[in-house]
């Protein structure tokens, strides 16, 4: 029978928006976005406070650098260290992904004390507070390209509104078999499995092998490769159980059952959250007129944005720490920032404006 916790949402997004001699990503695309409506929100506060535009093109500069040079080194230093430690010029890597918003907070706090000393000769603070405005928006625009790239992924749920990353599937399928993910089909079965007490929904997959031969034995390895009982298999998308469960058709195609993990979409809740802590802190500052208190949009970002990423983080599988720990690694480094957050926010004090 047909259960109703196999009900999910199939994610089959190309990361690649065009592919052709210069690839664009969904990815970068955001991110690209993010920064054009950011500078337009801080230029505007800019007019508000009688800001000096020519400031502009230098504070984008100091962001731009300041958010890919912290997050690439926030990656490195937190979350892979061994790995970019044995493999030095990867580093540099930029677009084979690996950023975190930590190292950007961090760094982008450096960027706006060095572009305060040498630009504004205002207080970094004054800076900061129109910053995390732009910011805030950037991040759930950056959380809507990690959805695109099916990366950084929720844990396995029931829930009708899980994903289903097939287009991460059909890639791992490909890399197995060695040919295009394209030629890969999905073949609903009508069935669900119940496996460890959880209900896995169950499709068949179609792998066209062309010319070659199937050896039985690759239908095992596969399944070992994918293997619901080993923790440390590439089993993130879907899974396998049985080794001597497949078909081989006339026109030499292998059907193999596979059973579907869905996991809770947290880029969608990220960035649901980090818009709206954008638009309390726009309409802080334009109904409210917090500039007017140095710090205090600048320390609710911090305590809004991080506190949110820490509970969302539950949700999410472990990075760079084993399963075993209670926290993740990006908890770890939210609560320090939250705690300064607040620091901020509790002291901030009126500017004298006469």
């Known amino acids: 029978m047909i259960s109703d916790l196999c009900l999910f949402i199939s994610w089959n997004v190309d990361p690649a928006l065009y592919d052709g001699l210069i690839t664009l990503r969904y990815y970068s695309l955001f991110f690209a976005i993010s920064f054009l409506l950011g500078f337009s929100i801080v230029k505007k506060m800019f007019l508000n406070e009688n800001a000096p535009l020519e400031w502009m093109d230098s504070l984008l500069m100091y962001c731009v650098v300041g958010t890919i040079l912290g997050a690439r080194l926030g990656h490195v230093i937190f979350y892979d260290p061994e790995y970019y430690l044995n493999n030095f010029l990867e580093i540099f890597m930029v677009w084979k992904g690996g950023l975190a918003s930590h190292g950007a907070a961090i760094a982008l706090i450096v960027a706006m004390w060095i572009f305060s000393k040498k630009i504004t000769k205002k207080h970094t603070l004054w800076s900061l507070d129109k910053l995390v405005i732009a910011v805030a928006l950037a991040a759930g625009f950056i959380r809507v390209g990690n ?3 099916s990366e950084i992924v929720g844990i396995q749920t029931n829930s009708e509104t899980s994903l289903f990353y097939e287009y991460k599937a059909k890639g791992q399928i490909s890399v197995f078999f060695n040919i295009d993910k394209e030629k890969i089909q999905f073949i609903e079965t009508k069935k669900d499995t119940l496996i460890d007490g959880v209900f896995y929904p169950k499709k068949l997959v179609s792998v066209p092998l062309g010319p070659k031969k199937m050896n039985p034995y690759f239908a095992e390895a596969f399944s070992d490769a994918f293997s619901f009982k080993d923790q440390s298999s590439d089993a993130d998308f879907f899974s396998s159980n049985n080794s001597k469960d497949f078909s081989l058709t006339a026109s030499n195609e292998i059907v193999l059952p596979i059973f579907i993990i869905r996991r809770i979409p947290t880029q969608i809740y990220e960035a649901i959250s980090y818009w709206t802590i954008f638009i309390f802190l726009f ?33 999410k599988e472990h990075q760079a720490l084993s399963n075993n720990s209670f926290l993740t690694m990006g908890q770890y480094l939210s609560v320090p920032l939250v705690i300064v957050g607040l620091l901020f926010w509790i002291k901030s004090s009126k500017i004298d404006t006469d």
């Not at 917090?290 to 949700?315: H, K």
């Open 147 to 149: 959805l695109m790239n």
């Open 283 to 315: 309409w802080g500052y334009w109904k409210k007129k917090w500039y007017l208190y140095q710090g205090r949009l600048f320390g609710i970002f911090l305590t809004l944005l991080f506190a949110s990423r820490f509970f969302v983080e539950f949700f």
